[in-house]
């Protein structure tokens, strides 16, 4: 037997030998259309009973209602909340903590349905959201006084001026719809400095935003009222007398294609999959689980690696999976590889007639994650501009989101702007055909050092992060920039370079790992702070003063008009040079071939790969050398480009 597993190996490697030129790249494009990223909030109304309204975002932004008899199991999609009741008061209070998510990007998406009560009874507000009393975030239906009444579709996102209030007329959708479901949505971009405005779907108005406009500061949070004061003083007309479903708050603008599937009518397709579509997972025993169409009698599953089989499969197809009940909402998968990306699909089932369902994805790791903390200010996040070269999904660079704690691909389009962790994370996999690189990112631009200072609220809330993400790898190193904001003050900046000592000191403490490499960037050339010198110096005593600190130097990049800031030309040589000073402490490989551990890669690590081969494998095992889970053709892929070394 282990002579025909190494005449098959010795067959497997002459194969390989043939195409040893060619370049395996395992990489794709990141889906759109994955309804849970950017998600801060959402409230399905499904419960039917009891005062308390669950987020399902995973958030935990739970509601509480004031009374728990205004549930109805019809809704759009499943129950709602319903205040159809003349002249009574509902209203629910929701933390305040959402917004906290919140920065120059949401979009706030419903189900509304008007009733007579509303203009029997007043039409209240569908939320609201306020900053000290004063009206930040607020939508309602306005009904003037002349007969017959016109209606006016009220929003509110951002201005603390009480009249900024955006109108839309309103009278067409209410006086045809009374009683019937309609769908609501609204965005505001600040970059592009644009709020959108949706009924169904579809696109019915746009306004332009001032500069002042912002959700930030929102202390308090009700749901169907417009009073978000004391209690007390809340009367019937403050409370929404109509039906709402479905509640969704994201920190991020929606495309017409995404609010096109939350404003489908009691869908007819599974939805909501989990894992949610899109998402890096360091795991790989899971089961996929999905929410049924209404009235659906069974499911039909499909699943596979490529999005051609699954996209075009029917139930004779290689990638049918195979038919479900009603009942059962979970599907297992089975064994599933590290480093590569699935595909799934659900269709219901009504009758003798099944409904295609939407393709998702998700991508799985190799083991153990290589990560690696990024703090500082602006120049370490976001600074500058993304440009198409940017565009750097690939299977092996994953960042750590820190709007919801998943892993996801590392795309620098999905937080519009560019530092230097894409061409970092690209320097760091060069070569490391093992290596998954997940970035961690915590920097906060415009911040003094003393926030990052241990007792900070930046350094805690990093450390939380680090130690969370650490569930999924090991930490391997930390890169900072920070020092522009102390650079104005003698004092800040004198005191610099022993602060930043006692900082990389104790996040090695925090992090437990006492000779955790450190790469620090300097200050730009090109900036105009007047002590920015002594930042300098403070970095470069650091790195002299202590074992396993780096500094990557900022020679000869440019800066951009506000001198402050890098090109981002500049940023992506920056991520290189933090790369290469990193590589320095970490090693430039972490596999090897040499499965004996004798100092070459020979016949002898061949025939002991051939005892494994086809046969899974724990992490650590030294013959799957890509820690993928198995032996097979890519270890001995990885084998022949280190042959004979």
């Not at 690189?437 to 911040?447: C, K, N, R, S, Y």
Request: proline share 3%.
């Amino acid at each position: 037997m282990k002579r025909n597993k190494l005449l098959v190996s010795y067959l497997v490697f002459s194969l390989f030998l043939i195409f040893i030129a060619t370049t395996l790249v395992i990489g794709d494009e990141v889906n759109s259309g994955d309804l849970d990223y950017g998600l801060l909030c959402r409230y399905s109304f499904d419960e039917t009973s009891g005062n308390t309204a669950f987020d399902s975002s995973g958030n935990e932004y739970n509601a509480t209602f004031s009374r728990s008899d205004r549930w109805e199991d019809e809704g759009v999609w499943g129950g709602c909340l319903s205040n159809d009741h003349s002249w009574q008061m509902f209203y629910g209070d929701a933390p305040a903590e959402v917004f906290d998510g919140l920065d120059d990007k949401f979009t706030v998406a419903f189900w509304a349905k008007n009733t007579a009560a509303c203009d029997e009874s007043g039409h209240g507000a569908f939320f609201k959201g306020s900053n000290n009393g004063t009206d930040v975030f607020y939508v309602n239906v306005y009904k003037n006084s002349s007969t017959p009444a016109d209606h006016y579709l009220r929003t509110k996102a951002g201005s603390n001026d009480e009249t900024a209030y955006w109108w839309w007329g309103y009278n067409a959708i209410y006086y045809d719809d009374v009683d019937e479901w309609h769908h609501i949505a609204f965005s505001m971009d600040h970059s592009t400095k644009i709020l959108k405005k949706y009924y169904d779907g579809e696109l019915s108005g746009v306004t332009t935003l001032s500069s002042t406009d912002s959700c930030a500061g929102i202390d308090a949070f009700r749901l169907f009222c417009r009073n978000t004061g004391d209690a007390n003083g809340i009367k019937y007309w403050d409370c929404y007398h109509g039906l709402m479903d479905e509640l969704n708050i994201y920190n991020r603008v929606l495309t017409l294609e995404e609010l096109g599937w939350l404003s489908k009518r009691s869908p007819q397709f599974a939805y909501y999959p989990n894992p949610a579509d899109g998402l890096v997972l360091p795991e790989r025993g899971m089961l996929l689980s999905w929410s049924v169409a209404d009235d659906a009698i069974g499911h039909e599953v499909y699943f596979g690696d490529d999005f051609d089989d699954v996209n075009d499969a029917d139930v004779n197809s290689q990638a049918f999976a195979g038919s479900l009940d009603l009942q059962q909402r979970q599907f297992d998968p089975g064994y599933l590889r590290g480093g590569r990306k699935y595909y799934w699909r659900v269709d219901e089932v009504f009758g003798d007639e099944a409904v295609k369902g939407p393709v998702w994805t998700f991508i799985t790791v190799k083991n153990n994650i290589d990560l690696y903390l990024l703090i500082g200010q602006s120049n370490m996040c976001v600074a500058s501009d993304v440009n198409p070269e940017d565009d750097i999904p690939n299977i092996h660079i994953v960042r750590f989101d820190k709007r919801d704690s998943r892993w996801k691909l590392l795309d620098p389009n999905d937080v519009s702007g560019i530092g230097p962790a894409p061409s970092f994370a690209l320097g760091m996999i060069s070569d490391r055909e093992d290596t998954v690189v997940g970035i961690v990112h915590a920097a906060v631009g415009g911040t003094p050092q003393s926030r990052w200072l241990k007792g900070g609220d930046l350094y805690e809330a990093a450390m939380v992060r680090a130690r969370d993400a650490m569930q999924y790898g090991t930490i391997k190193g930390v890169l900072w920039h920070q020092g522009e904001s102390d650079a104005w003050n003698l004092v800040k900046a004198t005191a610099y370079g022993d602060n930043l000592k006692d900082m990389i000191a104790d996040i090695r403490n925090d992090l437990y790992t006492d000779d955790l490499p450190f790469v620090l960037g300097q200050l730009g050339d090109f900036s105009t702070q007047p002590y920015n010198y002594i930042i300098n110096a403070g970095i470069q005593s650091a790195a002299d003063d202590l074992t396993n600190v780096k500094v990557a130097s900022p020679s000869g990049l440019s800066g951009g008009s506000d001198d402050v800031h890098f090109t981002s030309e500049s940023q992506r040589l920056y991520g290189f040079r933090y790369a290469a000073k990193m590589m320095e402490m970490v090693g430039p490989r972490t596999t090897t071939a040499d499965v004996d551990d004798d100092g070459n890669v020979d016949w002898t690590d061949l025939g002991l790969m051939a005892d494994k081969w086809l046969e899974l494998s724990d992490y650590g095992d030294s013959k799957d050398i890509n820690n993928d889970g198995r032996v097979d053709i890519e270890d001995f892929i990885i084998m022949g480009r280190q042959w004979g070394q």
